[in-house]
């Protein structure tokens, strides 16, 4: 007999008890298989789901196409900084490793969700077309582009949210890899500030300040739900701004991550 049939079988004599032995139980049994389970099934689970339930659903093909280009981009680029020589100092790495890691499962989970009709991943032009020439030999420019990619990402998955409104489930996944997004954003803005000489550079975003001051179009909006905030509650414009993201459309997005695409 397995321990949960003698739980069914206390649980007669002593209820109270028997929760606290199946909840001990149970946790143990977690506690030795918790990691294998948390680091491979439980994205094949969550993409299995999302693969059964809206493959009919042509606006979440869409969107989840769009999403795993960007995140394609976004994995490959980690793969190269994290392959190059002496580029990523010691002290740094593991962040980079662990936003690696996250992007290589955004892949696998998108992948897994789309099946057949998933894209193939694209050639890709780290230089930005000449742009960033030293990308993958200059610390300073991996982390502008980074910083660069992370935000547009943020914004992008943002952008996205409208139309998934009649795929709730989709939704809510695409939410989860947003938020990780926007902490990837943040470690990348801090780095970027500190390398590049802008102190005034925070996690969040303050008006249209960033790396790629290019990308944060619209970020310095003052109207949130169509009411001009401006001064609310007397506070600065910056200080304003930096309550809120603002979101990229799909155009817009495919135009900032366009020449990293290669044909």
Not at 123 to 135: E, H, I, L, Q, R
């Amino acid at each position: 007999m397995d321990i949960f049939k003698i739980i069914d079988k206390f649980q007669q004599i002593d209820g109270d008890a028997a929760g606290r032995l199946e909840y001990a139980s149970r946790r143990h049994f977690m506690n030795k298989v918790g990691s294998k389970l948390a680091s491979a099934a439980i994205p094949t689970a969550f993409a299995a789901i999302v693969n059964k339930a809206f493959a009919q659903s042509s606006a979440a093909i869409d969107v989840l196409n769009y999403a795993l280009t960007l995140e394609y981009l976004e994995d490959e680029f980690y793969k190269g900084g994290l392959a190059a020589a002496n580029l990523i100092p010691a002290s740094d790495k593991s962040i980079f490793m662990q936003i690696g890691k996250h992007e290589s499962q955004h892949v696998a989970f998108l992948v897994k969700a789309l099946g057949a009709k998933a894209i193939a991943k694209p050639m890709f032009d780290f230089t930005y077309k000449g742009a960033f020439a030293d990308v993958f030999s200059n610390y300073k420019t991996f982390v502008t582009v980074s910083s660069a990619l992370e935000d547009t990402g943020v914004r992008a998955y943002k952008g996205q949210a409208g139309v998934l409104i009649a795929d709730p489930q989709i939704l809510e996944y695409a939410l989860q890899v947003h938020s990780v997004e926007a902490r990837h954003a943040a470690v990348a803005r801090r780095l970027a500030a500190t390398l590049l000489g802008m102190p005034a550079m925070k996690g969040w975003i303050t008006g249209k300040e960033g790396a790629v001051p290019a990308i944060y179009a619209g970020e310095d909006n003052m109207t949130q739900g169509g009411v001009n905030i401006k001064g609310l509650a007397s506070k600065t414009d910056a200080a304003i701004t930096e309550a809120f993201d603002e979101p990229l459309t799909k155009d817009a997005v495919l135009a900032i991550a366009g020449p990293f695409i290669k044909g």
